[in-house]
């Protein structure tokens, strides 16, 4: 799916209150991981700011029951990697390695968890 389609899927889930799937999670987060890698920036920020309303709710879950939660993002960040194939070889599995680093470290500091 294109980048435009899934940001207007994100924000269809956001503003309709339609539920997020696991998979619409995950994605948010890979269009995260290789805005950071390839740009647009504004991108990556976009997809920040909704992983940090997914994660700021406690009242949305996803499609299935299941809770967005810290539990969710960190399965979706540490399986990035099966899911975006690094450009390059090794060196694009760093940038790749560093990119989802990043997101989490960002997301992570916006909500300073206890």
């Known amino acids: 799916m294109a980048c435009s389609a899934m940001m207007s899927l994100d924000s269809r889930i ?51 029951g299941s809770p967005i939660d810290y539990a969710l993002f ?15 070889g090794t060196s694009g599995l760093a940038r790749l390695l560093r990119a989802s680093r990043e997101v989490a470290e960002t997301i992570y500091a916006k909500h300073r968890l206890p």
Request: with cysteine; glycine share 4%; net charge negative.
């Open 14 to 64: 956001a503003t309709a209150g339609a539920p997020a799937t696991r998979s619409d999670f995950a994605a948010c987060v890979d269009r995260c991981v290789r805005a950071l890698i390839d740009g647009p920036q504004s991108v990556a920020l976009a997809a920040q700011t909704q992983l940090s309303r997914w994660l700021g709710d406690e009242a949305i879950a996803l499609a299935d």
């Open 74 to 88: 960190d399965d979706a960040i540490l399986s990035v990697q099966e899911r975006v194939a690094p450009a390059n």
